[in-house]
């Protein structure tokens, strides 16, 4: 029995629903013995889901990067979302998907013999933000980036995501702000934006990042609320002088960062920049 995990919830393993008690996979998984294979979280409101192209498009980006041939095409992972969807315990959900290389005598790698890749899906209640976290906004610590440099691929090999979240679990805090060679880079599962004199600040997509589905998204909610928008390397001192600074994914939305360090972001309320995205962000999922 796992807190918060029903057992009869339905889980999709390898072509069958079943229950979560029952899913089972090899423990010669590449998956579960490399980290060998790539993930996505898609958020679902009261049944509808929410940028489904947008994350199906870096799905097929992850499983093209560890050259893994998509297991479905376009219809078969809408078709595949739509019934995890329908199986959820609640209409407002998380749907999780996951492709492993598959199972394969150990050896590092890639298997000679053709193998057929795992494909795991299920969806777990998602509670969004609350009222006194959107009002208050989060306090977050900074860390070194000490991951590897494929940051781009939404891989399951996500132990220095592990341990860099785990320092804000111990620190008291919701997240972590991520600097490698003095620039920001982003949180342990979250993207960080940073605004200064009005103008909305993140950190170039390239490898050092994941590019959240909310990067495409905040760019284009910023164009509709007049705020200027760029993309550049953020060195540390612009970060620590922001007037504000945020925090985007699947799970958080969008959220202000009002402490980093135990120091307050700007005057430590969550600012106006903040509050034009935020209720840009509501209107879209209000008009799913
Ligand atoms: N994480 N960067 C990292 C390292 C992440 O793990 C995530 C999301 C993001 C934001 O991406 P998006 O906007 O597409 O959610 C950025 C998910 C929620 C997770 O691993 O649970």
């Known amino acids: 029995m796992i807190p918060g995990m029903p057992g009869d919830s339905q889980v999709y393993l390898n072509?069958?629903?079943t229950r979560l008690d029952e899913a089972k996979i090899s423990v010669l998984d590449r998956g579960f013995i490399f980290g060998d294979g790539i993930y996505e979280v898609v958020p679902v409101y009261d049944g509808k889901v929410f940028r489904m192209n947008e994350h199906l498009d870096r799905l097929d980006r992850s499983l093209k990067a560890i050259r893994i041939a998509s297991p479905f095409d376009r219809s078969g992972w809408i078709g595949l979302i739509d019934q995890l969807v329908a199986r959820a315990s609640a209409p407002t959900c998380l749907v999780y998907l996951q492709i492993t290389r598959g199972v394969a005598r150990r050896d590092h790698g890639f298997p000679t013999e053709p193998v057929t890749p795992t494909v795991f899906g299920m969806a777990t209640p998602f509670a969004p933000p609350t009222p006194a976290q959107r009002a208050r906004g989060v306090a977050t610590i900074s860390i070194p980036d000490e991951r590897w440099l494929h940051c781009e691929i939404k891989s399951v090999s996500l132990l220095g995501n592990v341990l860099a979240k785990q320092a804000a679990v111990e620190a008291g805090v919701e997240e972590v702000l991520q600097f490698r060679d003095g620039f920001l880079s982003e949180g342990a599962s979250s993207n960080i934006w940073v605004v200064r004199d009005g103008t909305?600040?993140?950190p170039p997509k390239n490898n050092l990042i994941l590019e959240g589905i909310r990067?495409?998204?905040m760019g284009e909610l910023a164009a509709a609320a007049g705020v200027p928008f760029e993309m550049r390397p953020l060195p540390?001192?612009?970060v620590e002088s922001a007037d504000e600074i945020l925090i985007?994914?699947?799970t958080k939305e969008v959220l202000?960062?009002?402490?980093?360090d135990?120091?307050?972001v700007g005057d430590g309320k969550p600012g106006p920049v903040f509050a034009l995205l935020r209720a840009g962000y509501d209107a879209r999922i209000a008009a799913l």
């Open 15 to 17: 072509g069958d629903f």
């Open 200 to 202: 909305l600040l993140a």
């Open 215 to 217: 990067y495409g998204l």
């Open 236 to 238: 540390r001192a612009e």
């Open 248 to 250: 985007t994914s699947a």
């Open 256 to 260: 202000a960062v009002t402490e980093l």
């Open 262 to 264: 135990g120091r307050p």
